[in-house]
C-alpha cells in the first residue's frame, strides 16, 4: 500500500476538491420543479386511471426528444439512422412508438431481438457480446430486418456457420473496441486487428461485412467519440483499401448523455467519500451537477470529424444507438404517502424495486409532493416500503408539506430503470401512458 506524507495527501484532497463537479444552483432546479408542477394536472390524471405506484410513459416527450435528436444529426449528415437502444428503457409503450415514428431499434440479446420483432420493426441491429447459436439463429431467420453487429472472430465463425446452414445472407458490421485496457476490453476487437478481420470475413459466402461499429460511454460531450473517429481515420489512411466499396454503415453507437446533466448527492462524490471516511460533513444534503453538452455540440462536431477524418464518409449511412438521451425524460414513477412515521419520515407505497438498484442513494432525483405544491424544499426521509433500509427515495421533498395519501412524483426516470426492475417483496406497478 502506498503510504503518502500529510503534505501528499493535503495536495490529493485540493485536488479532489478543484475537480467536484459544481453545485446544482437552486434556480436551475426550481425551475426544474416547476416545469412538473405546472404539469399536474396532467400527473393526477394518470394516477386516477389505476392504483400507485405507476410507471407513467409520457409519449409527449419521448416523441419530442426523437424528432429533435433526428432532426438535429439529420441537419448535419446526409445519410443518417437513429436505433434505439432498447436496454436503456425495454417497455413496449416506449420502444413500440418509437418505431411507429422511424426509429430502429438496437437489441443485444435475443429475448430483446424477439421484443424487437414482435413490435414489428423492420430495422434493426443486433450488437452486444457472447451471441448464442440460437441467437444468432434467430438474426437468420430474420435476416431481411437484421444486420448482426458482430463482437469477436469467433461470432464471425458462428455467424457464417449458421448463415451456411440457412444458406442466409446476412447484413454484418463488427464493433472496434474503444478502452483496450481493463473490463472494457471484453467489447468488440482492437483496431489493430479490423485487417485481420476484414481479410476473415472475405473468405466468408455468406456474411457480408459492410459496417464498423464503435461505442463510448457517458458522454457529456463529444470529446470520446471525436477522438475515436481520428484513431480511425488513421486506420483509413494506412489501409484504404482493405474493404474497397463494400463499406455501407458506420455505426458511432450511443452513450449521449441528457441536457439536464449527471446530478449526484454530495455525499457519494468522490470528495464526499472521503468525508465520510474521515467522519466530516459528506454533504448529504447537497447536490452537484456534471453539466452536459447540448445535442448540436454532439452532431456540430461528430459530423466534422466524420468529415474530417473519414475518406468514405461520402458513401456511408451514419447509425447511432440513442438510448438514455430519448428515454431519460419518457418515464416518471408515482407514488403516495402510506405512512406518515414522523414529521421528517414517510414511507411510500412504491419501493426501489420500481427502479432495479439503489440508484437513490448515489443519484439525487427530486421528489415532488404534487397534493401539496410548492418549489420550497423540505427535509425528510421519504422511504419506500420495501423490507430493506436501502429503499429510500431521498432525503427531502419539494412541496408545502407531507401526508398520508399525498401523490409524490419522481421524475425523468426512464433510463436503466425500468429495464433493471425486480420483483422483490412487492408486485410490479402498473403503467399508464400520458
Known amino acids: 500500500m502506498e503510504l503518502l506524507t500529510p503534505e501528499e495527501l493535503y495536495a490529493r484532497y485540493l485536488a479532489l476538491a478543484q475537480k467536484q463537479p459544481p453545485v446544482l444552483e437552486p434556480r436551475t432546479l426550481e425551475g426544474y420543479i416547476q416545469r ?6 396532467d400527473f393526477e390524471k394518470a394516477a386516477g386511471q389505476g392504483s ?22 439529420e441537419s448535419r449528415l446526409s445519410r443518417f439512422q437513429a436505433f434505439y437502444a432498447l436496454k436503456s428503457n425495454s417497455h413496449p409503450a416506449i420502444a413500440g412508438k418509437l418505431v411507429e415514428m422511424g426509429a430502429g431499434l438496437d437489441v443485444s440479446s435475443g429475448v430483446e431481438l424477439q421484443t424487437a420483432l414482435d413490435l414489428g420493426c423492420r430495422k434493426i441491429i443486433f ?24 463482437d469477436s472472430f469467433g461470432e464471425l465463425d458462428r455467424l457464417e456457420r449458421g448463415a451456411s446452414k440457412r444458406r442466409t445472407k446476412i447484413m454484418a458490421g463488427v464493433r472496434l473496441t474503444t478502452l483496450e485496457h481493463g473490463v472494457w476490453r471484453k467489447f468488440g476487437i482492437p483496431l489493430a486487428r479490423l485487417n485481420d478481420f476484414v481479410e476473415k470475413a472475405q473468405s466468408c459466402a455468406w456474411v457480408d461485412l459492410c459496417g464498423l461499429q464503435f461505442h463510448t460511454s457517458w458522454n457529456l460531450g463529444p470529446d470520446a467519440q471525436v477522438a475515436f473517429i481520428a484513431r480511425l481515420g488513421e486506420w483509413f489512411r494506412d489501409n484504404s483499401a482493405v474493404f474497397g466499396d463494400r463499406l455501407r454503415f458506420l455505426d458511432i453507437g450511443g452513450g449521449y448523455w441528457p441536457e439536464d446533466g449527471e446530478w449526484s448527492r454530495g455525499d457519494t462524490t468522490e470528495l464526499g467519500l472521503v468525508h465520510k471516511a474521515l467522519a466530516l460533513d459528506a454533504g448529504e ?4 451537477r456534471a453539466a452536459a ?3 448540436e455540440t454532439f452532431a456540430r462536431d461528430i459530423s466534422q470529424a466524420l468529415k474530417r477524418h473519414i475518406p468514405v464518409f461520402d458513401n456511408l449511412t451514419i447509425y447511432a444507438e440513442p438510448g438514455r438521451w430519448l428515454c431519460h425524460a419518457a418515464m416518471h414513477f408515482l407514488v403516495r404517502v402510506l405512512d406518515k412515521k414522523a414529521p421528517d419520515m414517510v414511507i411510500t407505497d412504491g419501493g426501489i424495486h420500481m427502479a432495479g438498484w439503489e440508484r437513490y442513494e448515489n443519484d439525487f432525483a427530486p421528489v415532488i409532493n404534487l397534493s401539496r405544491p410548492s418549489t420550497d424544499e423540505q427535509q ?7 423490507c430493506t433500509p436501502h429503499d429510500v427515495w431521498g432525503t427531502s ?11 409524490l412524483l419522481i421524475p425523468d426516470q ?21
Request: overall charge negative.
Open 127 to 150: 450488437s452486444g457480446l457472447g451471441k448464442t447459436e440460437a441467437e444468432l439463429d434467430l438474426a437468420l431467420a430474420n435476416a431481411d430486418r437484421v444486420a448482426v453487429l458482430m
Open 380 to 386: 425528510c426521509l421519504v422511504c419506500g416500503s420495501l
Open 293 to 295: 453538452a447540448p445535442l
Open 285 to 288: 444534503n447537497t447536490r452537484h
Open 397 to 407: 421533498y419539494f412541496g408545502a408539506g407531507m401526508e398520508e395519501g399525498d401523490l
Open 414 to 434: 426512464g433510463a436503466y430503470t425500468y429495464s433493471l426492475r425486480q420483483n422483490f417483496i412487492k408486485p410490479e406497478a402498473a403503467t399508464v401512458i400520458m
Open 52 to 73: 400507485t405506484p405507476l410507471y407513467v410513459v409520457d409519449h409527449q416527450s419521448l416523441a419530442g426528444k426523437y424528432h429533435r435528436f433526428s432532426d438535429v444529426f
Open 36 to 41: 412538473f408542477l405546472d404539469r399536474a394536472t
